[in-house]
């Protein structure tokens, strides 16, 4: 009787199956490594082309390349940038930074005109 109440208590807590657990445990494990290895590799490289994109427009916002495209940064007496022809007065020394070295300046005369710095027409 001991006998089989024992035999019935080792199937109850499944006794007679963990010899095989570790086996399907390891099976387990090995099949979502299968799996894992590249979903971590697709998003390493999804984040990489992601972080390179933000630095091409990282690098498109630079001062630095607009300067490269030919543009000017022209700075007043007191260092501060120049915006717009009105705020300069002739005789003016002004400081005008290139992609490649500056360049001192003094203004001759000033042509207060519209957006593109010609004479706006009057409608």
Known sequence: GARGRLDALARAYGLREFPR??????????????????????????ERRRLAALEDQLRALSPRAVLER???LV??????????AAALG???RLTIEFARGEADAVVESVRKG??????????
């Not at 090995?30 to 490289?45: E, I, Q, W």
Request: net charge positive; proline share 6%.
């Open 90 to 92: 002739a005789g003016e």
């Open 21 to 46: 657990l570790p086996a399907r445990r390891r099976e387990t494990v090995v099949a979502l490594s299968r799996r894992l290895t590249p979903a971590a590799v697709a998003g390493v490289l999804t």
């Open 70 to 72: 030919g543009f000017a």
């Open 114 to 123: 519209g957006r593109h710095g010609r004479e706006e027409d009057a409608r």
């Open 75 to 84: 700075r007043g007496p007191d260092g501060a940038l120049v915006r717009g």
